[in-house]
């Protein structure tokens, strides 16, 4: 199962571009890599999806390198209501059980 | 278009009862995946039910069951329960048709076990 790293907190102002990097290393080669925005006593919502390279929506970018062991939310000029937990899965989408959500990173965003 | 509904919001229970939990999902949706929250172990994955059939289950103990409806309705049952069963429950449903698969997440069910 492809196990993902973030860091547990980061920090900004508003708006600033805030970005976020997840490490997975043992990703396959079937794997999607999927952002999740969570706030609390909410469930997770989906923000982007990709397989390699850049995507890019109305309110986030993500950067994929070749070897897709990393990737990168990237949140451009975040706001107060952008303070939440974000999570970065790594797997093929429709395969449930493999994934896994991990400890997530808690953005502050402050004044 | 509504989204996934779960009820009850709130829900207060004492060791060893039973308690079910129920999630309609997005109209058109077949898939409809559960998870546990807990702060310490974070979000985990306790099984997904797909056209009536169980299709993928996570690692917890038999307890925890489900199953799902022919409306794709489901409920998630967790029997004798323990302490360490409070969590924030929560339900996703996907169309689950094809490689760009989102997962569309409910408000949760907060359960206590006292």
């Known amino acids: 199962l492809a196990k993902t790293t973030q860091p547990i907190s980061m920090d900004s102002y508003e708006g600033q571009e805030v970005n976020i990097t997840c490490s997975h290393n043992n990703i396959a080669t079937n794997d999607y890599i999927t952002w999740y925005q969570q706030f609390p006593s909410q469930g997770p919502r989906f923000i982007i999806q990709g397989y390699k390279t850049k995507v890019t929506n109305e309110v986030a970018s993500l950067f994929i390198p070749a070897d897709r062991k990393s990737s990168t939310l990237s949140l451009p000029r975040v706001s107060l209501s952008d303070t939440a937990v974000y999570y970065c899965?790594?797997?093929?989408?429709?395969?449930?059980?493999?994934?896994?959500f991990g400890t997530g990173t808690r953005l502050q965003v402050f004044p | 278009k509504a989204g996934v509904t779960q009820t009850p919001r709130y829900l207060i229970k004492t060791r060893g009862q039973q308690v079910t939990l129920s999630c309609s999902p997005i109209?058109?949706?077949?898939?409809v995946s559960w998870y546990q929250q807990t702060p310490g172990q974070g979000l985990q994955f306790l099984f997904e039910?797909?056209?009536?059939?169980?299709?993928n289950k996570g690692n917890f103990p038999g307890r925890f069951s489900g199953r799902q409806f022919s409306n794709s309705r489901s409920e998630m049952n967790v029997s004798t329960l323990e302490l360490g069963d409070s969590a924030l429950y929560l339900c996703?449903?996907?169309?689950?048709?094809?490689?760009?698969?989102?997962?569309?997440f409910g408000s949760g069910t907060q359960l206590s076990v006292l």
């Open positions: 109209s058109g949706h077949r898939s």
């Open positions: 899965l790594v797997g093929y989408p429709t395969n449930t059980d493999k994934l896994i």
């Open positions: 996703a449903s996907s169309a689950s048709t094809g490689s760009f698969e989102k997962l569309f």
């Open positions: 039910y797909f056209s009536e059939t169980q299709r």
